[in-house]
């Protein structure tokens, strides 16, 4: 996401806050400011990882009830991968039609687009009688290097 694309979002989350007559505190400021720094998938523990290094009061508390606000705003997108807990898409706003490779051995995510698919689920949707809006393709996956080297980079083991 551009500088200026952040500042953007930024800017929309802070006015989103003020609809919902909500306060900017300084803990939300830390995790906003993180959030929109990083083009990692995250959960919400990274993200409390993370906003501490910014800002050492942000609480879990904070982190876990500005999530759900972010997601709500259109910004952020939860990404459910079978797992205990949930993934966080800040590149969602940036670009909401992309599609995800998910390694199930080290749980890297892989972003990518492909016209082709853009084209086939439009091209479905008109055939049913929709308009599509969103899409959501999820491929999981196993570890390629993890069977041959029998170490991933990206496992923490």
Sequence with gaps: ??????????LKFIDFLEGKNLRLTSQRQAIIDTVFSTEEHFTAEQ??????????????ATVYRTLPLLTESGLLQQMDLGKDYTYYDPNYCDH??????????????????DEKLEKMEEEISQKMGFSLKTQKLQISATCDQLKKLGACKNKDC
């Design 1 to 10: 996401m551009a500088v200026a694309d952040k500042e953007s979002a930024k």
């Design 47 to 60: 993200l409390l990882d993370w906003s501490r290094e910014k800002d050492q009061s942000v609480s879990r």
């Design 96 to 113: 909401p039609h992309h599609s995800h490779i998910i390694c199930q051995d080290c749980d890297k995510i892989v972003e990518f687009d």
